[in-house]
Structures are given as structure tokens and as C-alpha cells.
């Protein structure tokens, strides 16, 4: 009997979680709409109108508020319009946004699988639309958020790990945000990720020099050179005068 009771205890709690994860992923026009918002925010960044950008990317999360990809794009709009805490709170609901989808992938792997390979097709058709138009889409990061899109389908069911692009995002809107503390601690966390991201070196050996930790701010410079960064020469000036 306790065993037959330990069984329906399971399967209940099993179906609650099945009935959450639904919950929380859209339905399948709200999806439809919020990659059609996705791609008029990505048309407005590529034509450098970000006030528009952040109100189609603010309507695409509205939408669907687990579609990472628009989360992130409403950041880089709000960086490019120096409203840094509004970027800060879009990149941690990015972050947000992916740790519920991997947390979802126990019990709805399959709506999870679906709403992956929807943002993968959606990079792939502005990064196929940019190379046709001349543009090189740097402005969202969106080859790297493809590769790690294309990687968490590959291995999934272990530890949530934020990619390091969105960890230096994040970093980067702390910083200009006045949260310096805070900005080094999502860098220090972006090349634990990819200790090949020169990027997020620099912006720490920055941060150290800033703070008087000469030795360390040397050490990322050249961390930051070595995996194929350009410092700035006028940094590593003012870097061996301290």
C-alpha cells in the first residue's frame, strides 16, 4: 500500500511539473509573434534605430518571454540608448530565460527541443539575410549565440552554464552602470565559460589596473593577446606607467 502510495505521490508531482513547464512555455502563435517582433528589432538594429529596436524587442519578451535571443537584443539596444540599468536587468532576464529552459528540459523535452531549433533557425536567417545585404552582425553577437545555441542542443541535461557572450554583456552594462564589482565578477565567470575569450580579459585587466592589481591586470592583458584580442596601445601605456 505505502509503495502504491509512493507511485500516485510521484506521477502526480511529475504531472504538476509537466502542467508548470507548459505553463511557462508560449503558446505557438505567441511564439510566431515574438520571432516576427524578434526580426523587425533586429531590422531597426541593423539600421541603427534603437529606440524602435527596444520596443519591438520589449514586445517580442512580452510575447514570449523565453525567447533568449530577443531578451539579449533588447540589452544591446538599451546599451547602444545608455539606459544601462535597463540593458543589465534584459541581459540577466536572457540569462533567466535559458536557465528555465534548461531547468524545463525534464519535463517537456520536447516543447524545449522545439523552441532551441526556433532560435537557431531565426540566427541563422538574419545571419544568412546579413551576409546577402553586406553587413557583418557583430552588433548582437549572434554567430557566438548560434554556436551556443548549437551546443546545448548538443549536451544537454547537465549543469546550466550561461554563455560567456552574455556574461561580458551583462559585465559590460554593470560597469557602465556604475557596478564595478558586479561587472567583474560576470567577466571573472565569462572566461571560466571560455578561458579563450580575450575580450572578457581585457575588459578584466582593465578593471584590475583601475584598482591597483598591476600584476593581475598584466597578466589578462596578455591573456587578452593571446587568444587574438587587440588592446589598445594607449591601456598598455598607461598600464607600464603604473
Known amino acids: 500500500m505505502a509503495h502504491r502510495a509512493s507511485v500516485a505521490m510521484l506521477a502526480a508531482a511529475l504531472s504538476f511539473a509537466a502542467s508548470a513547464a507548459q505553463a511557462q512555455l508560449a503558446d505557438e502563435p505567441s511564439r510566431r509573434e515574438a520571432i516576427a517582433m524578434f526580426r523587425t528589432g533586429q531590422e531597426y538594429m541593423s539600421a541603427e534605430q534603437f529606440e524602435r529596436a527596444a520596443e519591438a524587442f520589449g514586445k517580442a519578451v512580452t510575447a514570449d518571454r523565453l525567447l ?9 539596444a538599451n546599451m547602444n540608448l545608455r539606459r544601462y540599468a535597463s540593458a543589465t536587468k534584459a541581459y540577466r532576464d536572457c540569462i533567466e530565460a535559458m536557465r528555465t529552459l534548461h531547468d524545463l528540459e525534464l519535463t ?10 526556433d532560435e537557431i533557425l531565426e540566427l541563422k536567417r538574419v545571419l544568412d539575410r546579413s551576409a546577402v545585404g553586406g553587413r557583418v ?3 548582437l553577437g549572434l554567430e557566438q549565440r548560434l554556436r551556443d ?7 544537454t541535461g547537465g549543469v546550466f552554464r550561461p554563455p560567456a557572450e552574455v556574461l561580458l554583456a551583462l559585465g559590460s552594462a554593470q560597469f557602465r552602470n556604475g557596478d ?10 565569462a572566461v571560466e ?7 572578457a580579459h581585457n575588459n578584466l585587466a582593465v578593471i584590475y589596473m583601475q584598482t591597483g592589481r598591476l600584476r593581475d591586470a598584466e597578466q589578462e592583458m596578455k591573456l587578452a593577446e593571446k587568444n587574438g584580442f587587440r588592446v589598445n596601445p594607449q591601456f598598455k601605456t598607461d598600464l607600464k606607467d603604473r
Not at 517537456?108 to 531549433?117: L, P
Not at 545555441?149 to 549536451?155: F, G, H, P, V, Y
Not at 565559460?193 to 575580450?199: A, F, L, S
Open 137 to 139: 552582425p557583430t552588433l
Open 180 to 189: 564595478a564589482a558586479g561587472a567583474e565578477a560576470n567577466w571573472r565567470a
Open 108 to 117: 517537456n523535452r520536447f516543447q524545449v527541443d522545439k523552441q532551441r531549433e
Open 68 to 76: 533568449s535571443l530577443a531578451h539579449y537584443g533588447l540589452g544591446q
Open 149 to 155: 545555441l548549437e551546443n546545448q542542443r548538443a549536451s
Open 193 to 199: 565559460v571560455n578561458p579563450k575569450y580575450g575580450e
